[in-house]
């Protein structure tokens, strides 16, 4: 299995290719932001239309990925469908994919911004998952120790000889993990945004969604001229 191993709070986990992250200790398969029905909620809105496969390509990549990990316990890390419409609409090819992926497993949907509230599919609903000693939430706080979160969709610009290419990531500081959306068609936020670059300590990587997935130092926001390094900047906190 091609995948990133680094380590979290003391666990060993293991990011894909699709941005699954793997936690082989406890059997356990993470995704974010999967955005189901983001064309159905899209077009409903008035918006440009979306290609309408999207929920199917992006179950279909959650498939082969339960495949190749046998996860005993999925967790789903919040705006898993684009909004409580969105998942009302779902078709019968896409909640007869999810009953089946859900069967002989334990599925968790965690609560996110856009799916505020239960939703009608197998599994159960909370709004944070903690499974010592990580825990799981749709949106980082700062100072969490082992907290694995989505919402941001991190994507980083990397130069190569051909030019400047854009790859969805996770970034990870030892401290708290951030995954990039799992769902086809779903933007990004640079995590050179001052955004994710106060969330994350100094020491952090960005893991670039590749075969094999590949670590980079994560791009920082460039300095602002005049402006002094703050104390708590240049101590890096990722060593507190």
Not at 55 to 77: F, G, H, M, N, Y
Request: glycine content about 10%; hydrophobic content about 40%.
């Amino acid at each position: 299995m091609n995948a990133h191993a680094f380590d979290l709070s003391g666990e060993r986990l293991e990011l894909l290719p699709s941005g699954a992250l793997h936690w082989p200790r406890r059997e356990l398969l993470c995704v974010s932001d999967l955005h189901l029905g983001k064309s159905e909620r899209i077009a409903r809105r008035g918006g440009g239309l979306l290609p309408p496969y999207e929920t199917r390509e992006t179950l279909l990549k959650l498939e082969a990925d339960i495949s190749l990990t046998a996860p005993a316990t999925v967790v789903c890390l919040g705006d898993s469908f684009d909004d409580l419409a969105a998942a009302a609409a779902l078709d019968d090819e896409a909640l007869d994919r999810l009953a089946i992926l859900a069967a002989g497993r334990r599925w968790i949907w965690i609560e996110g911004n856009h799916d505020t509230g239960p939703v009608a599919v197998p599994g159960i609903h909370l709004s944070t998952y903690y499974d010592p000693p990580l825990i799981f939430r749709h949106i980082a706080e700062n100072g969490i120790h082992g907290e694995i979160s989505g919402h941001y969709h991190p994507k980083a610009r990397v130069r190569t000889r051909g030019g400047t290419i854009t790859r969805r990531c996770a970034l990870t500081d030892g401290i708290k993990t951030i995954l990039p959306a799992y769902g086809a068609f779903t933007g990004g936020l640079p995590c050179d945004d001052v955004a994710l670059a106060d969330l994350m300590g100094d020491r952090a990587v960005a893991i670039l969604l590749a075969d094999p997935p590949l670590p980079i130092p994560m791009p920082r926001p460039a300095p602002r001229r005049g402006a002094a390094q703050s104390p708590s900047r240049s101590r890096g906190r990722a060593s507190s």
